[in-house]
């Protein structure tokens, strides 16, 4: 590991996103390590198929983490900090937004106060809830396009490059190393002064493509057909007026020209949600469509195009 290279990088989440930024990390010569479901470093190797098709395998059990709580042999020894949790000073959180609070809620007394959160996942709510449990702990938001496919449970492509955003969302601020290593090792990131206007963009986008790619069963880019240009317009029209009760103010124009973009430059991928319905795993659907409907719901703001989409998928969600 380079020896200038923080230490205490921790991820909580071992799906496609969290494996990729443990990638990424860990060729920056950053040991990240990777909890589990049980908060414990998960030992197994993990292998990575980047973009260019370089195949690497990776242990992210912390060894990296030398003098630190995180060794090798500590992770099973009974002592008040035997698994390293309070030695995280970054935890990044790509668990999907509905699981956030029921895998942060167990351990945020655990970790230490000057431990940093950062929530990298689609959707928008989770941070409202978290909030009040932060406990004088800085929380930062993010959001990435990239693409990965879990080809196994240890086996990880990256099929798309994409943009990344961080910014800060509450109480004191990453600590600059930490800041600058996550924009060093994740290719096409940045930092942004105001992340929540970046987030309602991306919400845009997954609002639109997921739930009618995961309804129809088809590919991101068969939805610029004008067969699907009316809820298209409506679910935007509709998030747009919903944003202003958040003080957003959002171009209903230049987020259809985004989401048309994002239809056009992903038009192979099976979205997300498409992936869920397809495996019968429950959706993001309430923290993008039914985000915006409970947002309406709270000041009286019709959402029909959206309550629309959430229905449909949560019936698809009901099949046995
Ligand atoms: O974020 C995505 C997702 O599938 O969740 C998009 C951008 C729609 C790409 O598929």
Redesign the pocket.
């Known amino acids: 590991m380079n020896s200038e290279a923080p230490k205490g990088i921790a991820i909580l989440g071992a799906g496609a996103v969290g494996q990729l930024i443990a990638h990424q990390l860990a060729h920056a010569g950053i040991r990240p390590t990777l909890l589990g479901r049980d908060y414990q470093p998960l030992t197994e190797p993990f292998g990575f198929i980047s973009l260019a098709g370089e195949e690497t395998q990776q242990c992210f059990d912390g060894s990296g983490f030398q003098g630190s709580g995180f060794q090798s042999s500590g992770f099973q020894g009974s002592g008040p900090d035997a698994d390293g949790v309070a030695s995280i000073r970054l935890l990044i959180v790509t668990v999907k937004a509905y699981q956030v609070m029921d895998a942060l809620l167990p351990l945020l007394p655990r970790l230490s106060r000057d431990c940093h959160l950062l929530l990298l996942h ?1 959707g928008l709510g989770p941070h409202e809830a978290l909030i009040p449990h932060l406990d004088g702990r800085g929380l930062t938001l993010g959001t990435t ?1 990239q ?1 990965a496919l879990r080809l196994s449970k240890h086996q990880l492509k990256q099929t ?1 490059s ?1 943009l990344t955003q961080f910014g800060h969302c509450a109480g004191p601020a990453m600590a600059p190393e930490l800041k600058a290593a996550l924009l060093s090792a994740i290719p096409g990131s940045e930092w942004v002064e105001a992340i929540l206007p970046a987030l309602w963009q ?1 919400l845009a ?2 609002a639109c ?2 739930p009618l ?1 995961a309804i129809h069963g088809v590919c ?1 880019g068969e939805l610029a057909d004008n067969a699907y240009q009316a809820t298209i317009s409506a679910v935007l029209s509709e998030l747009v007026e919903v944003a202003k009760t958040q003080g957003i103010e959002l171009q209903e124009e230049r987020l259809s020209a985004r989401v048309y973009e ?1 239809i056009r430059l ?1 038009a192979a ?7 869920d319905v397809d495996h019968r795993r429950k959706t ?1 659907i309430d923290a993008i469509n039914g985000y915006l409907v409970s947002l309406g719901n709270r000041y009286r703001i019709a959402m029909p195009a959206n309550k629309a989409l959430v229905d449909a998928i949560h019936a698809l969600e009901q099949r046995v």
């Open positions: 689609n396009s693409g798309g994409g991306k986008v997954n493509i997921n790619t991101n994002v992903t991928n099976r979205s997300s949600m498409r992936q993001e």
